[in-house]
């Protein structure tokens, strides 16, 4: 999943949420420098991305996809599951989407020592350009991928994605369903079972 799916498995944890996101920008397994709260959260972003890699559902709609989009098959469904994730945001939280997401903009990460400049410019520009409120509309869904295709460095078909979408809408929103059913199972036990 992108930003919202991996702000949502962050257990309404404002810490934890900016943690997860930390983990596109931490490379390598070497932990031990960091502070008890983004392990925990790069360690939460790599358990998402391992469960959606591997969840049978999400792979046959990989290989139905991938014809259209080679290579960015993987990408497309995680833009088409937080663009869902989104537009149906009251089915799997109680608090509104614009008040879930201000709240996460005004918490503070600055007393993280962890973080990279890199990771504190992207966390700035998300907030100014609050990117994530757009996602529940067709041209969120759009946008986001003509976003994330200008920063592929080799000829992608992933701008087309939206396109894709709307003729296997069906398929795609019977695996997300199937897949947040079992991600909100697994990750719920991953987090509450956690011990660094």
Not at 45 to 59: G, K, L, S, T
Not at 92 to 109: M, W
Not at 120 to 134: N, P, T
Request: aromatic share 14%; net charge negative.
């Amino acid at each position: 999943m992108n930003l919202l799916g991996h702000l949502y498995f962050s257990n309404n944890d404002q810490r934890l949420m900016y943690a997860n996101l930390y983990g596109d920008f931490f490379k390598g397994n070497d932990f031990s420098g960091l502070t008890p709260v983004t392990k925990k959260g790069v360690k939460l972003h790599r358990a998402i991305d391992n469960f959606i890699d591997h969840h049978p559902a999400v792979i046959e709609l990989l290989h139905i996809l991938y014809p259209e989009l080679p290579k960015v098959s993987g990408l497309a469904v995680d833009l088409y599951f937080d663009h869902l994730l989104a537009k149906h945001w009251n089915k799997y939280h109680p608090e509104p989407l614009d008040h879930f997401l201000l709240k996460f903009y005004q918490s503070s990460i600055v007393d993280n020592p962890d973080y990279s400049s890199e990771y504190l410019q992207f966390v700035d520009a998300m907030r100014k350009c609050d990117w994530i409120s757009h996602y529940p509309t067709k041209e969120g869904l759009q946008k986001m991928c003509n976003e994330v295709s200008s920063r592929i460095s080799f000829p992608n078909a992933l701008s087309k994605a939206p396109l894709i979408f709307q003729r296997q809408k069906d398929k795609i929103e019977k695996t997300f369903d199937r897949y947040m059913l079992d991600a909100n199972s697994y990750l719920s036990e991953y987090l509450m079972n956690f011990d660094g």
